[in-house]
């Protein structure tokens, strides 16, 4: 083939593969062909993965900046996603990723940016409203929380969103968002279809009742995920919640539908061996009834005596004689 001809190959395809293999591409590139040439100028706007990132965008949470000006920055991002799906021209959605750590002020835009997403048929739906690097301690957090659900982020209104996406990620905001002011958060929705579901989590006790609301509402889950985050332990005061316990929490043989006829694999990413880790997992070994696989993935920042922690965690786990399965095959990575 005339070397000439080579720039015409991808040009020579029609529209819908185009289309196809921008989607492949990640979002900030996939934006980029827009400037390619007049015919790529809208074709970004059918790409099926759209990934919205704050720190993406140029808008570091973490530079220091004042209030009015951090704000005025975040309003500008909130509107960049506005404008972005207003335009979009796709029938489907395969992924959509919102990252927005502790959008306080922009409950809304959250809401109405889910509410898109789930028009989309989102195969793939990626929640992330927290910071993976806040210390912040979980009183402040409990505050913006209450204030949050007097401004906009209604619970029951973001559930009816999420009941027919297939795989979900959710974050800690979010599981403490579902035991915040609601009387019997169980009867929040209809049984949602998600089947693979990954929670990122700091295993914090107060994170513990959302854990066991997506058990709860998710019938037909093959599959959980944990991605712990290792930015280090916050001491967490009694006085901010008093009522929960680590280990007596999960002591209880309480189960759901997923544990008794579905949820196959389990998996911990950045696995620590902490105790609270611990206490969620030897629960779901207990009550899990077809459980197949146990997969633990060490962190890899651990030093010597935190391994040795983890490689203890995983003999541990392998000597459980209550067993909810007996086909689990425990398995410890990296370490």
Not at 143 to 148: P, W
Not at 314 to 328: M, P
Request: hydrophobic content about 40%.
């Amino acid at each position: 083939m005339d070397s000439g001809t080579k720039p015409n190959l991808l040009s020579n395809l029609p529209d819908c593969l185009l289309v196809l293999i921008i989607s492949f591409l990640p979002f900030k590139q996939s934006v980029q062909t827009s400037v390619l040439a007049k015919r790529w100028k809208n074709l970004c706007r059918e790409t099926t993965n759209l990934v919205f990132k704050e720190s993406e965008f140029g808008l570091n949470q973490f530079v220091v900046d004042t209030e009015a000006k951090h704000s005025e920055r975040r309003a500008l991002f909130v509107s960049v996603m506005h404008q972005w799906i207003s335009r979009f021209t796709g029938n489907t959605i395969e992924t959509f990723e919102l990252c927005l750590p502790e959008p306080v002020g922009f409950e809304e835009d959250i809401m109405s940016l889910i509410e898109f997403a789930a028009t989309k048929q989102t195969k793939n739906l990626v929640i992330n409203l927290s910071s993976s690097n806040s210390r912040q301690p979980p009183g402040a957090l409990h505050i913006k929380l209450i204030y949050n659900q007097k401004n906009g982020l209604d619970i029951t209104r973001l559930f009816s969103n999420l009941i027919y996406v297939r795989n979900l990620t959710i974050c800690p905001f979010l599981l403490e968002m579902m035991i915040q002011d609601c009387d019997d958060p169980m009867k929040l929705h209809d049984p949602m279809k998600t089947r693979h579901l990954v929670i990122k989590t700091h295993m914090y006790p107060h994170e513990f009742g959302g854990i066991t609301i997506f058990l709860n509402s998710c019938p037909e889950l093959e599959s959980l995920t944990f991605e712990t985050y290792t930015t280090g332990p916050i001491v967490m005061s009694q006085r901010y919640w008093p009522l929960i316990h680590p280990k007596t929490f999960w002591l209880n043989n309480k189960t759901y539908e997923c544990l008794e006829r579905t949820l196959k694999a389990v998996k911990v990413i950045n696995f620590c061996g902490i105790p609270n880790e611990l206490h969620v997992l030897q629960y779901l070994i207990r009550t899990g009834r077809v459980m197949e696989r146990l997969d633990l993935h060490a962190a890899k920042t651990l030093n010597n005596e935190q391994r040795r922690l983890v490689l203890t965690a995983a003999e541990e786990f392998q000597k459980i004689v209550e067993r909810g399965s007996r086909h689990l095959r425990v398995t410890l990575h990296n370490a």
